[in-house]
């Protein structure tokens, strides 16, 4: 019977069968105590194990090390730069604060000057820009109180409708909407999907505001969003104006008070927004 050479066989038991130097016709056999060679196969699996294991450890440690290495000055230059922006928002409190006091007084004088309810309407344009900039910075704790959000509503719908005298504004409300919410982080919501509606509206366009069970709903007569499942993505925008931050800072509040965002578009139709209050309770805490 042939055996083949230099492999090993486990029947009857460990065995191979290797040439001897200078014969032809014999070969070796050389067995292995079959208890013997499970409990050294075992062994050495187990060493095996224990060396892939400390291997994959110290790779991963290498890996996290390299990793927090290479992190570290990309989260010092955003720290920087986040605390570069709070302090220019600080220090715009000074010179806006002195413009409003002045125009107030030029406003008293000249009541119905058009030239400062010009300037009064850029002011008010600055101070919603620096509120935005704000909300989007700040990591408070979330105070959550009730709220009438259809007066609330109402309310900001006014406050647009000063900034664009030249657009119609419409408020219908079908029922009551009372919720827990944060008035502050909400006002900013209103504001930048009112601002959105009037900004890219038509020349004398129309804006509504829509209370409708539990849901405001924000149309315009505009001119419509090509992609309006990437509107709220950080920078993206379609119009040459802006940052392309609005939007994205709408977004990221909403989801911080619960509150669902859908938007419907058509191109030179139109954009509906809808916020919706159902995840949000109705009772005083």
Do not use: C, W
Not at 86 to 107: A, E, R
Not at 110 to 129: E, G, K, Q
């Amino acid at each position: 019977m042939i055996h083949p050479l230099n492999t090993l066989h486990e029947v009857p038991g460990p065995h191979a069968f290797f040439p001897i130097p200078h014969s032809e016709k014999y070969n070796i056999k050389i067995t292995y105590p079959q208890q013997s060679y499970y409990h050294d196969l075992l062994k050495i699996q187990k060493l095996l194990a224990i060396k892939f294991i400390l291997a994959t450890l110290l790779l991963m440690g290498v890996a996290l090390y390299f990793t927090f290495y290479s992190l570290k000055p990309i989260r010092k230059a955003l720290q920087l730069n986040d605390e570069f922006i709070k302090d220019i928002l600080h220090d715009f409190n000074t010179p806006i604060t002195s413009i409003v006091l002045n125009v107030n007084m030029f406003k008293k004088a000249y009541a119905d000057n058009p030239f400062i309810n010009r300037i009064t309407r850029s002011v008010d344009t600055i101070l919603l820009l620096q509120n935005n900039l704000k909300s989007f910075l700040k990591h408070s704790p979330l105070q959550v109180q009730k709220v009438d959000i259809a007066k609330l509503s109402f309310q900001r719908l006014e406050f647009m409708q000063n900034l664009y005298p030249n657009l119609t504004f419409v408020f219908h409300q079908y029922n009551a909407l009372e919720k827990n919410t944060n008035p502050e982080l909400l006002t900013r919501i209103i504001d930048n999907l009112l601002n959105n509606a009037a900004k890219y509206n038509t020349p004398k366009g129309e804006v509504k505001l829509n209370i409708i069970g539990e849901t405001i709903q924000i149309e315009d007569t505009g001119k419509g969003m090509k992609n309006a499942k990437q509107v709220f993505e950080r920078y993206y925008k379609e119009q040459s104006r802006g940052l392309g931050l609005g939007l994205h800072i709408v977004k990221k509040l909403a989801d911080e008070l619960n509150i669902y965002i859908d938007i419907d578009s058509k191109l030179q139709q139109g954009t509906t927004v809808t916020l919706d209050f159902k995840a949000l309770k109705k009772e005083s805490l």
